[in-house]
């Protein structure tokens, strides 16, 4: 039986919290990271998805674009410390950074 492996997924959000967008070099930034650790990556970038959340009593809407990686192992330290990193990075509270075991076919 082959090793379980993880998809590794992050929201990053297109626009502030003034809604400016980010500058293309931000994620140009990521993209490199991740290809340098990871080997590759998978961008969805042509067509933002909406995320849309309560928080409170109101519903806040964000355009993000979504980053895919594949890893063998899921090294959770590094995943918390690179997430909170983007964060700042983004002015974000919190930024989506999501994981599934999956088995190649």
Known sequence: MDKPHHLITLLLPLYDNAGAPFP???????????TERFGGLTAFSR???EGV??????TSRDEVTVLEVMADH????WW???RRELEQRFQQDAIVVRAQAFEPL
């Open 24 to 34: 293309p070099e931000l994620f140009a930034r990521v993209r490199a990271e991740l």
């Open 47 to 49: 067509a933002p998805a």
């Open 53 to 58: 959340w309560r928080d409170g009593g109101r």
């Open 74 to 77: 899921l090294d959770r330290d």
């Open 80 to 82: 918390r410390f690179y």
